[in-house]
């Protein structure tokens, strides 16, 4: 029977006792119809997984109690970082979530001259606790036990400034000479992904400026959901863990 794996926003420790609320508590308690006594496993980002017993059903919310720690973790050897254009709706979740069946660390959503969602600040921060609550899900769907950092959506040109300096830099483009497997064994990559409509020339150009390698990818163009989920297959199966 498949375990159910729940993230909680608090440290853990064994023989301590917690509360499951929101999306998690219901899906818990009105989807499995779990009961007092069963077992599920709990996560809170830090590394490793805890056992936990489920002890009391309140209306807000599932009292647990920790049980051991598991020293399991799943990620990858490669460390991956995505820049990836804010695009509509359900591509962006489908980005975010299959980024981190991918073992993706780090996402940053990049607003770019094509980008055609326009977010003011305060959108801006509900669209981060949204794309927040997709990875975690997908980290617990996946049994990732480290939640990949989300940031808040950025212009391009920030975004570009935010890469670590050790980074391997990959811009997509079906006219580059090179392939994934020609980088030179990278331990550290940024990927670019542009919006619906791809990255303008001059977007592109700041790119190379800023040390981003085009390469290719076949020669089709792939619409930028595809794209990501493509390169970051490619990426992890040449240099990681697939």
Avoid at 143 to 168: K, S, Y
Avoid at 182 to 203: F, M, Q, Y
């Amino acid at each position: 029977m498949r375990l159910t794996r729940v993230y909680v926003d608090a440290a853990l420790a064994a023989g301590s006792s917690c509360q499951v609320g929101g999306s998690a508590a219901n899906h818990i308690m009105r989807v499995l119809r779990m009961r007092e006594g069963d077992v599920i496993t709990l996560f809170d980002g830090r590394g490793g997984e805890y056992a936990a017993r489920i002890t009391g059903f309140r209306k807000d919310g599932v009292d647990v109690q920790v049980l051991e720690h598991r020293a399991v973790e799943r990620e990858s050897p490669l460390d991956l970082t995505l820049i990836q254009g804010v695009s509509r709706g359900e591509r962006m979740d489908w980005v975010m979530q299959k980024a981190t069946e991918l073992g993706v660390r780090r996402i940053l959503p990049a607003l770019t001259e094509r980008t055609v969602v326009r977010l003011d600040p305060r959108q801006s921060e509900k669209k981060l606790q949204h794309w927040r609550g997709v990875v975690i899900a997908a980290c617990e769907q996946c049994g990732r036990n480290r939640v990949p950092e989300v940031a808040a959506p950025l212009p391009l040109h920030e975004a570009l400034r935010a890469i670590e300096p050790d980074c391997t830099r990959v811009l997509l483009s079906p006219e580059a000479s090179l392939s994934a497997r020609d980088l030179a064994s990278p331990t550290k990559v940024a990927l670019l992904i542009g919006p619906e409509g791809g990255l303008a020339e001059h977007e592109q150009q700041s790119a190379i400026r800023a040390g981003f390698e085009p390469v290719r990818l076949g020669p089709r163009i792939l619409r930028t959901e595809t794209a990501a989920i493509a390169a970051l297959a490619a990426l992890q199966h040449t240099f990681g863990d697939l």
